[in-house]
């Protein structure tokens, strides 16, 4: 099936230090989504893209969607400490139903 | 609004025992998803919905099933566990395949 390749697999960071992840993948996708994930819960959205090229922000959060719609990023900046959880990306193909292709997820753990 | 809700939020099963994963939200949403998250991964799609009496297979539908009788509610049923099967399973909803999922709290099940 298709794959999301998700990097970096974790990161420990100082509070107040940028952040920067990416997904790659070898099939194109029509829309690229980012979610947050706090222990325990369930996945919540941060930000949507739906055209290559396309660089969307959130508060501190910005995210692009690849010009090849094979890849996408996520920054965050100035981190603070309810930044920390697992961030994952998904690809979704265009194709009567909302079926996503999650990528393995980035734990990030902030320092105060 | 309640949102998307899981029962029970824990579970241990023994090899071979049948479960029913409860799923219900109350957003009038016609799309409906299953999906497994194992440990440190991302999530894969078992089965979704697209409305009331259609269901279909997603990315890991074996070992499972699921039906749609009502908007509000939809079921997974594992006939017969396997250690397989321990992870955490989340349930998901969207207005259409084009609107944002939002994610129930998971249920964790361990089969042993």
């Known amino acids: 099936g298709q794959q999301l390749n998700q990097s970096p697999q974790s990161m420990f960071i100082q509070e107040g230090e940028d952040v920067s992840m990416n997904c790659t993948s070898s099939?194109?996708?029509?829309?690229w989504l980012w979610y947050k994930q706090d222990p325990g819960e369930g996945p919540v959205l941060l930000i949507a893209?739906?055209?290559?090229?396309e660089l969307t922000s959130n508060g501190r959060l910005t995210a692009q969607f690849g010009i090849t719609r094979k890849d996408s990023f996520l920054n965050i900046s100035a981190s603070i400490p309810s930044d920390v959880g697992i961030y994952f990306c998904?690809?979704?193909?265009?194709?009567?139903?909302?079926?996503?292709?999650f990528g393995q997820g980035t734990r990030l753990t902030i320092n105060p | 609004n309640a949102g998307v809700t899981q029962t029970p939020k824990f579970r241990i099963l023994k090899i071979g025992q049948s479960m029913t994963l409860q799923c219900t939200q109350d957003?009038?949403?016609?799309?409906m998803y299953w999906y497994r998250q194992d440990p440190g991964m991302g999530l894969k799609l078992i089965y979704y919905?697209?409305?009331?009496?259609?269901?279909d297979k997603g990315e890991v539908p074996n070992g499972y099933n699921v039906s749609r009788s009502t908007t509000e509610d939809f079921p997974l049923r594992l006939e017969l566990a396997a250690p397989s099967q321990t992870s955490v399973y989340f349930c998901?909803?969207?207005?259409?395949?084009?609107?944002?999922?939002?994610f129930g709290p998971g249920t964790r099940l361990t089969v042993l």
């Open positions: 893209l739906y055209k290559a090229g």
């Open positions: 957003m009038n949403h016609n799309y």
């Open positions: 099939s194109i996708f029509n829309t």
């Open positions: 919905s697209v409305g009331a009496g259609i269901t």
């Open positions: 998901a909803s969207s207005l259409s395949s084009i609107h944002e999922q939002f």
């Open positions: 998904a690809g979704q193909l265009i194709q009567g139903a909302q079926k996503l292709v």
